[in-house]
C-alpha cells in the first residue's frame, strides 16, 4: 500500500497554501525588520512575531533612587486636595472609588479620560497642561501606560515623551498611577520610574487583578482596591503626603468626566 | 531567545496562550498542516493519522493534557458502541446506555456542574462554599454531546457502529469542530470518510471565502465592540441607559458574530480538507418568530436538543399541554448546557416558554396567513421586531455576571433613556458604532443575495485582488485586537 499517492490537490488549494504562506512570510519579515508603516495619522500594527522569537530584555531601572528630590513632605498634609485624575481608559472605576475618597477626605476632583491614549500622545501635545491650566488642581493623579506594554524598544523610543509628560506636571505633586500589567511589559514601568522617581510613581504591577473579560481592564471591585492601594500610598509613601481617609461606603457615583477622543494629537 | 526554547513554546501547551482559529501560532501550524496534507489526503490511512495526530496536537495546544479526559472518553464509547450494537437482549442494550450516559455525563457533570451543585447545596444547607479548583476541559460539552448522539444512534438502531476506531476517533476529534461545535451526527460525517476525497475547486474557494469571513467577524468585529461591551457589562448602574441600551445591542452582534464565526471558520477548514461539516447559522436575527429563531441559531445544538432531548421526552406526540411542558424543559436543559449559572437556566427556561407561547399562538390565535400583501408584511415586520427584541433582552441575562447586574442594566435603560448622549457617544465610540452597524448590515443581506455574493468572490473576483483582501484583512485584526488573543465565548460551554 502506498502511503503518499501521487494524485494532487487542484490549482486552487496551493493558491491558497501559497497565499497563506505569502502573508506568514510578510509579516513576519515587516516585524522582523520592524518596518513601520503610517497610513494618514495611523500607524499599522506589529504582528508581534519578532517578539515571540526574540523577546525584549530590559534591565530594570536603576537610576530612579537617585533621583534628586525638590519638595516634598514628611508629614502628612490634612488640606482639602483639588485632583485632577487623568489618563487612559484604566482610570474608569478608579474615578468611581476616587469619588469616594474626596467624598471623605473634603477633596475635590475632576477628571479626563483619554480613550486608548498612552505617552506617545500626552508626551507630544500640551492636552496635559492644558487640563493642569484649566483646572488648576493641586494634585494631579496621572493614569496612563497600559495602552503600550508592549511596544518594542520603548525605553529608547519613548523615552522623551515620559520626560515631557513629567516636565509637564512638575511642579506640581503628582503620582503617576502606573498601569495594571496582565503580562509583563516591555519597559514602561521601568521608564516611568525612572523619571518620575519612586515616590511619585505607584507601581500597579504589583497588584493582581480581577480583570473584565478584555482581560485588561480590572474589575470595577478590583479597580477599587487598586484606588484603596493607591489611597494608602499616597498617604504614606509619596512624595507629597495627603490624607486619604478610607470611605466606609461605596457610593458608585461616577464623577463628571470630561472625555476625549480616542484620536492622537498628531 | 535559544531555538529549543522556540521550539518548546511552539510545543507545548501555554494556558494564557491557547492555540485557536485567531492566532498567529495557529496560522504557522495550519499552513505547514496543508503542505503535508496534501501529499497525504488522498491514501485513508495516511490521511486518517495525519489528521488525528494533529487534531490531538490542537487539542492539547488549546486544552494541555484534558486531552485525555478526551482519549478517556473516545475509547470508552467506541467500546460501549459496539457492547450495545452486538447485545442480543433488550436489558443489556439498555444497561450499557446508561453505562455510557453514566460516564460521559459523569465526567461532564464533574468537570463542569461540581460546583454548582456544592454551592447550591451550601445554599440550601447553609453551610459556607468553597468552591473546587476545577478546570474546564475545552469543548467537552461539545464532544460530549457529539458522543451521546453517536451512542444514542446505536442504540435505537438508526445507525451501525463503525469497526474501524481510527474512522471513529476522526468522526469524533477532527479538528475544526473539536473544541466548539459543530455538532456533527455520524450519520452525515462517517460515510465522507469511507469516501474517495475529490477536492472540488468551487468547494475550496467556498471554504477560504468562509474562513475570511469567520475570521472578520471574530477577529474584527467581536473582539473590538467587546471591550465596549465588557466596560458596561462590568458596571452597568455607572453608565446611563443609552449607554446601556448600545453595550445590550453591541452584545447581541458580539455573541453572533463570536460564535458564527468560529462556526464559518470550522466549516471553511472542513471544506478546504474536503469535509462538509454542515450548517450552524443561518441568519438568525433575521428570524420572525423565536421558533425560527432556534432554527437559526447554532442549528447543530437546536437539532441536537430535538432529537434527542424534546422527541425523547414525548416531543409533540402527547398533546398540546405537554408538548409546552416538554419544549420548556428542553430549553431549560439547554439553558444549563451553556453554562453551571441559573443565569443560564432562566435564559433557557425564558426561550422554552416564548416558544411554547409562539406554538400556542400559530395554532390558537394565528393559525393563518394574511390574505393581503401589505398585511403579512407589517405583521411580518411587527413579529421580527418582537422577536428579535425578545432574543435581545434575554441576552442580558446570558452575559450579565449575575441576575443583579441584568436588573440593573434593565432599569438603567428604562429610568435613565435619554437620546441627548447619542451626539457625545458618537464622538467618544464612533468606531464602535460603526462597526456593530457594519455587523448589522452583512446580517441583514437577505438570505437569497448571499450564495449570489459568496459565487462572485468564487468565481468572478480575480486571485490578486483576494489575496489583497486576505492581507488586508489580516492586518485589520492586527490593528483591532486587544493585546492578547481573545477567547471565543462558546469555548466556555
Known amino acids: ?266 | 531567545m535559544r531555538w529549543t526554547n522556540i521550539i518548546h513554546n511552539l510545543l507545548s501547551y501555554d494556558a494564557s496562550s491557547p492555540m485557536l482559529f485567531n492566532s498567529g501560532q495557529f496560522l504557522f501550524f495550519f499552513i505547514l498542516f496543508l503542505i503535508a496534507y496534501s501529499f497525504l489526503y488522498n491514501n485513508k490511512l495516511s490521511r486518517t493519522l495525519f489528521v488525528l495526530g494533529f487534531s490531538f496536537f490542537f487539542y492539547y495546544k488549546a486544552s494541555g493534557w484534558y486531552l485525555i479526559v478526551l482519549l478517556i472518553t473516545l475509547a470508552v464509547d467506541y467500546l460501549l458502541a459496539h457492547a450495545i450494537y452486538k447485545a442480543k437482549q433488550q436489558k443489556y442494550r439498555t444497561l450499557w446506555l446508561i453505562f455510557s450516559l453514566c460516564t460521559s455525563l459523569g465526567l461532564l457533570a464533574y468537570f463542569k456542574y461540581t460546583n454548582f451543585f456544592l454551592e447550591n447545596w451550601a445554599l440550601l444547607s447553609g453551610n459556607d462554599f468553597e468552591p473546587l479548583d476545577i478546570f474546564l476541559p475545552i469543548g467537552i460539552s461539545f464532544y460530549t454531546f457529539q458522543t451521546l448522539s453517536y451512542i444514542i444512534d446505536v442504540y435505537k438502531r438508526e445507525l451501525t457502529p463503525t469497526n474501524n476506531f481510527l474512522d471513529y476517533a476522526f468522526y469524533m476529534c477532527f479538528f475544526p469542530h473539536l473544541v466548539a461545535g459543530p455538532i456533527v451526527r455520524a450519520k452525515f460525517f462517517l460515510p465522507q470518510l469511507k469516501k474517495k476525497i475529490i477536492m472540488n475547486p468551487e468547494e475550496i474557494q467556498r471554504g477560504f471565502f468562509l474562513i475570511m469571513q469567520g475570521l472578520f467577524k471574530k477577529a474584527v468585529l467581536a473582539d473590538y465592540i467587546s471591550q465596549y461591551n465588557d466596560l458596561v457589562f462590568a458596571a452597568p448602574g455607572t453608565y446611563s441607559g443609552f449607554e446601556n441600551l448600545m453595550a445590550v445591542y453591541g452584545y447581541t452582534l458580539q455573541i453572533y458574530c463570536d460564535f458564527s464565526g468560529y462556526s464559518d471558520m470550522a466549516i471553511g477548514i472542513g471544506l478546504l480538507l474536503g469535509f462538509n461539516l454542515g450548517i450552524n447559522f443561518n441568519k438568525p436575527y433575521q428570524a420572525l418568530s423565536i421558533t425560527d429563531f432556534w432554527r437559526r441559531w447554532h442549528i447543530s445544538l437546536s437539532a441536537w436538543l430535538r432529537d434527542y432531548l424534546y422527541i425523547s421526552l414525548g416531543g409533540n406526540r402527547k398533546g398540546k399541554v405537554r408538548q409546552y411542558i416538554n419544549l420548556f424543559i428542553t430549553m431549560l436543559l439547554g439553558g444549563l448546557w451553556h453554562g453551571p449559572s441559573w443565569k443560564f437556566v432562566f435564559w433557557g427556561g425564558m426561550h422554552g416558554l416564548g416558544l411554547s407561547i409562539h406554538k400556542f399562538w400559530k395554532k390558537f390565535v394565528m393559525p393563518g396567513e394574511f390574505e393581503s400583501k401589505w398585511g403579512s408584511k407589517i405583521y411580518n415586520l411587527f413579529s421580527w421586531f418582537i422577536t428579535f427584541h425578545f432574543v435581545v433582552f434575554l441576552w442580558v441575562f446570558f452575559r450579565a455576571n449575575d441576575f443583579n447586574t441584568a436588573w440593573t442594566m434593565i432599569t438603567q435603560i428604562t429610568s435613565d433613556f435619554d437620546m441627548a448622549y447619542l451626539s457625545p457617544f458618537w464622538d467618544v465610540r464612533y468606531l464602535f458604532v460603526v462597526l456593530t452597524l457594519v455587523g448589522f448590515a452583512i446580517h441583514a443581506i437577505p438570505a437569497k443575495l448571499y450564495p449570489q455574493m459568496e459565487n462572485l468572490y468564487i468565481k468572478k473576483v480575480p486571485f490578486i485582488i483576494k489575496a489583497a483582501a486576505f492581507v488586508l484583512l489580516i492586518q485589520l485584526c492586527l490593528q483591532f485586537r486587544s493585546e492578547s488573543v481573545q477567547p471565543f465565548i462558546y469555548f466556555q460551554f
Open chain 1, 1 to 266: 500500500m502506498k502511503f503518499f499517492k501521487s494524485q494532487k490537490p487542484p490549482r486552487d488549494y496551493f493558491q491558497y497554501v501559497w497565499l497563506l504562506l505569502g502573508s506568514l512570510i510578510l509579516f513576519s519579515v515587516l516585524s522582523f525588520t520592524q518596518t513601520k508603516i503610517v497610513i494618514g495619522n495611523y500607524e499599522l500594527k506589529d504582528s508581534g512575531i519578532r517578539n515571540f522569537f526574540l523577546p525584549e530584555v530590559l534591565p530594570l531601572a536603576n537610576i530612579a533612587d537617585t533621583i534628586k528630590k525638590t519638595g516634598g513632605n514628611d508629614k502628612v498634609d490634612s488640606s482639602a486636595q483639588k485632583f485632577l485624575l487623568i489618563g487612559d481608559s484604566m482610570l474608569e472605576f478608579l474615578r468611581v472609588r476616587l469619588n469616594d475618597y474626596c467624598r471623605k477626605n473634603n477633596h475635590t476632583m475632576n477628571t479626563v479620560i483619554w480613550y486608548s491614549s498612552s505617552s506617545l500622545w500626552y508626551g507630544q501635545c500640551d492636552t496635559l497642561k492644558y487640563f493642569i491650566n484649566k483646572h488648576k488642581p493641586t494634585y494631579v493623579l496621572l493614569v496612563l501606560g497600559a495602552n503600550e506594554l508592549f511596544v518594542k524598544n520603548i525605553t529608547t523610543e519613548r523615552a522623551e515623551y515620559v520626560r515631557n509628560i513629567v516636565a509637564q506636571m512638575d511642579p506640581l505633586p503628582f503620582v503617576w498611577i502606573g498601569p495594571p500589567n496582565w503580562k509583563d511589559d516591555t519597559g514602561i514601568n521601568d521608564l516611568i520610574l525612572r523619571y518620575a522617581g519612586k515616590d511619585r510613581y505607584y507601581p500597579s504591577k504589583k497588584l493582581s487583578f480581577e480583570r473584565t473579560k478584555d482581560g485588561a481592564h480590572p474589575k470595577r471591585e478590583s479597580a477599587y482596591n487598586w484606588m484603596d492601594s493607591v489611597a494608602v500610598y499616597l498617604q504614606t509613601e509619596a512624595r507629597y503626603k495627603i490624607l486619604m481617609a478610607k470611605p466606609d461606603t461605596f457610593l458608585n457615583k461616577v464623577p463628571p468626566t470630561e472625555i476625549l477622543k480616542p484620536n492622537p494629537p498628531f
